[in-house]
């Protein structure tokens, strides 16, 4: 019986690592004055920005990382596993070392920057930086998602639906991603969760500049120098929308699947 209960002790231990500090977050917060801190002009600024730019971001991911993620899904050459090892990278890669990649590729002095400064393009420190680092490290939560999701798909069905007339991409568009929402579903939701808490490569390659660039995380990170209320009520802002998240990943399957 003793034996038996060690495995659920050492998870209590890493339970309580992993939800402690929330917890002391959520203390913390009982002793603010909310509407003080989210009066705060740095709040809503960052908080539209966070918004818009994850948002897009997603989009971006969606749209551009189905096809490849189809395309992972549907081949086993060594090609499709390096690009499929590739894809996952940004995500055991530092965020600031991904910013500083990012500024050696669109900088000035950057890889493609004398080509964008002749078609007069600055990318560095603007909005559409944030989205850019936000794309980086968010696409392989999406890819690695939807191609598992695809990898479900009966290759029969899509046979009987070439049989019927179909082409290639409606068979994709009407048999093929119907199966595999769930795991489309849940790689978007995972995709804007860490596009929207993006910090490390958004402050190297965009900055942090209010009302610009300055996203949420930035924006904690910014009134930890001045006010910790602050940065806590901000904190428990981004807790309360993943929390938000994670409740929609665990219904959102359940319910496609009844559809």
Same mark, same amino acid.
């Given at each position: ?23 002391? !977050? ?39 990382? $189905?096809?490849?993620? =189809? =395309?992972?899904?549907?081949?086993? $050459?060594?090609?499709?596993? /390096? ?5 996952? !990278? ?31 393009? $600055? ?22 998602? /939807? ?16 049989? +019927? ?89 359940? +319910?496609?699947?009844?559809?």
């Amino acid at each position: 019986m003793r034996g038996s209960r060690i495995p659920g002790l050492v998870g209590a231990v890493l339970v309580g690592l992993v939800l402690l500090p929330l917890v002391a !977050l959520v203390v913390a917060g009982a002793r603010v004055d909310f509407g003080a801190a989210l009066a705060d002009p740095m709040f809503l600024p960052a908080l539209a920005l966070s918004v818009r730019t994850s948002l897009l971001a997603m989009a971006l991911v969606v749209l551009l990382g $189905t096809p490849l993620a =189809w =395309w992972l899904a549907t081949r086993r $050459t060594r090609i499709a596993r /390096a690009v499929e090892l590739a894809v996952a !990278l940004p995500i055991v890669v530092p965020p600031a070392v991904i910013g500083v990649a990012l500024l050696m590729t669109y900088g000035r002095q950057g890889l493609l920057g004398p080509f964008l400064a002749n078609v007069g393009v $600055t990318l560095p420190f603007t909005e559409p930086a944030v989205v850019l680092a936000q794309v980086v490290v968010a696409a392989p939560f999406y890819v690695q998602a /939807a191609a598992s999701g695809f990898r479900e798909v009966d290759p029969e069905l899509l046979v009987v639906a070439r049989s +019927l007339g179909a082409t290639p991409t409606a068979a994709l568009r009407r048999v093929a991603i119907p199966i595999a929402m769930p795991g489309l579903v849940v790689g978007a939701s995972l995709a804007w969760a860490r596009a929207l808490g993006e910090f490390g490569a958004t402050l190297v390659f965009a900055g942090n500049m209010r009302g610009e660039t300055q996203t949420l995380p930035l924006a904690i990170f910014q009134a930890l120098e001045s006010d910790v209320r602050v940065a806590v009520v901000f904190s428990l802002v981004l807790v309360a929308v993943g929390a938000l998240l994670l409740g929609a990943l665990r219904f959102a399957p359940r +319910l496609w699947g009844r559809r």
